[in-house]
């Protein structure tokens, strides 16, 4: 079994090569997105804390484009890997809900390269194995069983 260490490794190795976008949302939206991206952009992925994303009520990644995402999966991982903080809930459920957005068609997905997509396999297996109490707590397995599939799929994009 893989260490959490070795699986930030993992994460980080295969994303090291995506690189910041100028912006992260559709910014010219609404003042919400311009919100969130003006964050986002004061962030990076060593820096991004679980008070810039557990808020469910106010979360910047479910506006996020496919490139932000990816720059910011190793602090996702390693924000899915720390033990749950108050008041914010456990951020792997977050994930796993960002991870399975629009099913087979998810464009954070299919803007992955095959790499990237085994990466992030690992970690889902990886919090399987170390996070079952967690997935069980709150009530993911289903999801999390839906993004192992989603993210296996290797026909799909690059």
Known sequence: MNSDVQIRGTI????????????????????????????????????????????????????????????????????????????FDWYGARLLSHLCSDGRGNARHLACTPEQRKAVVLLLQHLIETRSHLVDEYGVADELFRALEIWSDSSAGH
């Open 12 to 87: 980080q190795q295969a994303f090291a090569k995506c690189r910041r976008p100028g912006h992260f949302t559709d910014f010219n939206h609404c003042e919400e997105c311009a919100g969130h991206d003006a964050m986002l952009r004061a962030r990076d992925h060593i820096t991004l804390r679980m008070e810039d994303v557990g808020n469910v009520g106010e979360d910047p990644i479910c506006f996020i484009s496919p490139e932000g995402f990816a720059y910011y999966l190793p602090a996702f991982a390693r924000l899915a890997l720390s033990k749950p903080q108050e008041p």
